[in-house]
């Protein structure tokens, strides 16, 4: 993406691109997703100071709002899924945190929600292979992240309630 094509575009556009990259942090010329993904933590906030139903609104408006920005986006792109949009990343990062919440996340869970989410980000368990592979729209491009993030959840609960 060059940003001379966003001074052609409309303000719609534009608004679709600064979500689709995360505010631009999915620009980074080297690992976008982890970037995207270190950006999004901030959100993780919403859950610790508003609770998991803060936490989830949140999270279901910025699926809405990935599936809209993402489908303006991979219009405009030959690729399927382009590293620059990650909030889909910014989605299954913060769903990472959701069963957490109630636990009380602390420094530790928080680096630990963020290395598990990218782990499985990375890994793709199925059915997040199946739409990384096979569903080749925005649908797919979030829905992939979504499960990486519940896998991640599930580990990070397990490991919070036991340790």
């Known amino acids: 993406m060059k940003f001379s094509t966003l001074r052609r575009s ?32 901030p959100i993780v906030l919403f859950g610790i100071y508003g609770g998991v139903e803060s936490l989830l609104g949140v999270l279901v408006c910025l699926f809405f709002i990935g599936l809209w920005a993402t489908s303006l986006v991979l219009r405009t792109q030959k690729e399927q899924d382009p590293g620059f949009v990650v909030i889909d990343e910014t989605v299954g990062q913060g769903l990472t945190f959701l069963l957490a919440v109630p636990l009380g996340l ?58």
């Open 106 to 163: 602390t420094g530790w869970s928080v680096i630990c929600g963020f290395l598990l989410f990218r782990f499985f980000d990375i890994i793709k368990l199925w059915p997040a292979s199946f739409f990384d592979s096979r569903v080749h729209n925005a649908f797919g491009v979030m829905m992939d992240d979504v499960i990486a993030g519940l896998y991640a959840a599930l580990v990070l609960y397990g490991i919070m309630f036991f340790i």
């Open 10 to 41: 409309t303000l719609w556009e534009t608004t679709a691109w600064l979500f689709a990259t995360w505010f631009g942090s999915g620009l980074s010329p080297k690992a976008p997703g982890t970037v995207g993904s270190l950006f999004s933590l």
